[in-house]
């Protein structure tokens, strides 16, 4: 249950996904910005990244929760958002990252260093 909480964005409409993703991605670009906690340039894995993240956690994650039906009916609609965002993401991850970072550059400046 935890864990579908803290990534249910990722098993919601596309809308409701990219806004959460976009949120942590600026908040992770901000940190490496700021060089905190050696955070790194989100900017050089997030598109793929989240690829992984979904084959790897979020679609077992749908899979589970439709086999235990803990959500009910629901759960059909987590694991195929997951799966529809997960194409729709191979689909646009690049140009929504590149988007991403013009918004954080126009914010926050360019980054000092690319590591």
Same mark, same amino acid.
């Given at each position: ?20 993703? /976009? ?15 050696? /955070? ?76």
């Amino acid at each position: 249950m935890i864990q579908a909480s803290d990534a249910s964005h990722t098993m919601q409409h596309w809308n409701v996904y990219t806004k959460w993703n /976009a949120r942590l991605s600026k908040e992770m670009y901000k940190a490496f910005m700021d060089g905190r906690a050696g /955070a790194k340039n989100p900017a050089l894995f997030w598109a793929k990244g989240e690829i992984g993240f979904f084959d790897f956690s979020i679609i077992p994650l749908a899979k589970k929760l439709k086999e235990c039906g803990v959500f009910g009916v629901s759960s059909d609609e987590f694991l195929n958002y997951a799966l529809a965002n997960r194409e729709e993401w191979e689909r646009k991850g690049e140009t929504t990252v590149e988007k991403l970072v013009l918004e954080v550059e126009a914010e926050y400046g360019k980054p000092q260093s690319d590591e």
